[in-house]
């Protein structure tokens, strides 16, 4: 089995596309078949080398790799198709040499005069055909005399193109309504549908998987293949990826691209988890399996016709299952990058990171993506007690005389008592401040987080006090925003309540 990921370097790889890669990727995998990585880049206004470099990246974050390709290497390349632009020429002359194309000179000014009195009679727009039955030496003079030229398919009148889709079952399209269609575009480069036939035969792929927008396309590329006396290869095509109001995903439904995703702090495990969930199942009632689980249960049967949903909150849920399994030490070098940007640090020392790589778990349990730990995070580096009294939560929860003595006893005890450090430290402190105040429970522990934290939520206390202290004490060389530490917090909330 031989199968291809072919993606044009014209942007960012969109999510449906990455998951037209894995479903690819799975079943290569699952079959022992080779996967080809093929660049469609003849869109030459459009296609760049940094698009290309970005949809491999995005490709290798997922964790897919492929057996051939313009970095792989391989016996049937070139892998770009804008260095196959002589097997695209050769392969017109055979189809001009056989009768099965022609040369078109019909300008765009006609062409288009032509599809408007098309649609004015309520017909689908085709090409007329006026070219198609010009004689050999009128076709030579207008050559010669430098008139430009398309090359165009000859496809048979009255017919019905049948094929067999895997996921769709079997699908009929009658010629009447097809016209025909451009292999060569004047200056010589081809059109899609004929480069795609090219490649996929010359590359002797034998399992096509793509998105269900090019059922339309696969009667003129049976009819190609005919026309060459090649074996078409079995058809598979995908349902859309939609949004939440069920139209095709785009810009306006939020992220859509791979590296969005990415750059929200997404794990690539979670994305490329959740992405063979939209229009397939794994079965057993599982839904959370490594990549190569899913590989060993694959298969196109299994893949649903009807449209996938894109599930923001789904995504987020299997998200927060990979960033709680996932190692410290990653999630540290993963989530710098948004702490750095948030300015809460920059180049750690070995006992910052330790400190950070430890904490995290307090963060990382409690939010669906990374970006969001700075803010999760806040009540560690930041404390501001006149601005924590400004808040009408805090105000309310000090005006009961329990409150207030617990602020003034804590703050009292931690004057002499050595940081808080490890959480038996922040028990033995709260517990000598309700042995002093007598409150206990909701009425000690509330307004202790206050006073430590300026807020009246947060992650559990002893896990945070232990972190506020542990960092404050690093120093300046640390790499990290100062951190303020609990003794100085307290004392300053007090002398704030007045």
């Avoid at 370097?9 to 699952?30: E, I, K, S, Y």
């Avoid at 193109?161 to 081809?190: C, E, K, Q, W, Y």
């Amino acid at each position: 089995m031989r199968l291809r990921f072919a993606p044009s370097p014209t942007g960012q790889l969109h999510v449906g596309n990455a998951r037209t890669a894995l479903f690819n990727w799975l079943l290569a995998r699952n079959r022992g078949g080779t996967l080809i990585l093929r660049i469609e880049d003849t869109d030459r206004e459009r296609s760049t080398h940094e698009s290309e470099r970005g949809i491999l990246e995005d490709l290798r974050w997922l964790g897919l790799d492929w057996d051939e390709g313009p970095d792989a290497g391989g016996d049937v390349g070139p892998y770009r198709q804008s260095e196959r632009l002589d097997l695209y020429r050769a392969h017109a002359d055979r189809l001009l040499a056989s009768g099965h194309a022609y040369r078109c000179f019909c300008s765009t000014e006609q062409l288009e005069a032509d599809r408007q009195a098309a649609r004015a009679a309520g017909q689908p727009p085709r090409y007329a055909g006026r070219c198609r039955s010009l004689g050999p030496e009128a076709v030579r003079l207008r050559l010669d005399a430098g008139e430009p030229a398309v090359v165009r398919f000859r496809v048979p009148a009255h017919r019905d193109v049948t094929f067999a889709d895997v996921v769709r079952g079997s699908i009929t399209i009658s010629t009447d309504v097809i016209g025909d269609p451009v292999l060569l575009r004047s200056d010589g480069h081809p059109a899609y549908n004929f480069a795609v036939v090219i490649d996929d035969g010359l590359m002797g792929v034998t399992t096509v998987v793509r998105g269900e927008d090019h059922i339309p396309n696969t009667p003129r590329q049976v009819l190609l293949y005919e026309a060459f006396g090649w074996t078409p290869p079995v058809f598979a095509h995908l349902s859309l990826v939609l949004g939440p109001d069920h139209a095709p995903l785009s810009k306006r439904h939020g992220a859509t691209s791979v590296v969005e995703f990415r750059n929200r702090g997404y794990l690539p495990e979670a994305l490329v988890n959740y992405l063979a969930l939209v229009g397939w199942s794994p079965g057993g009632g599982d839904e959370l399996l490594p990549l190569e689980e899913l590989a060993r249960r694959f298969s196109l049967e299994g893949v649903s016709h009807s449209a996938g949903v894109f599930d923001v909150e789904k995504l987020a849920w299997v998200n927060r299952h990979y960033l709680k399994i996932a190692d410290r030490e990653r999630l540290c070098a993963l989530s710098l990058p948004y702490l750095r940007e948030a300015g809460l640090a920059n180049t750690l020392s070995e006992a910052a990171r330790a400190w950070l790589t430890a904490i995290l778990p307090m963060a990382t349990a409690a939010v669906d993506r990374l970006d969001q730990v700075p803010a999760r995070l806040a009540l560690v580096f930041t404390y501001d007690a006149i601005e924590a009294l400004a808040r009408e939560g805090v105000r309310a929860e000090l005006l009961a005389d329990g409150a207030r003595n617990v602020a003034r006893a804590l703050a009292e005890d931690l004057a002499s008592a050595p940081p808080l450090t490890d959480r038996e430290q922040f028990r033995a402190a709260a517990q000598r401040v309700r042995e002093t105040t007598g409150q206990k429970g909701k009425a000690l522990f509330h307004p202790i987080r206050i006073v430590l934290t300026g807020h009246n939520e947060g992650p559990e206390l002893d896990l945070l006090v232990p972190a506020i202290d542990t960092g404050a004490a690093l120093g300046a060389d640390s790499g990290l925003a100062p951190i303020t530490g609990c003794r100085a917090r307290a004392q300053a909330f007090v002398e704030a309540l007045g």
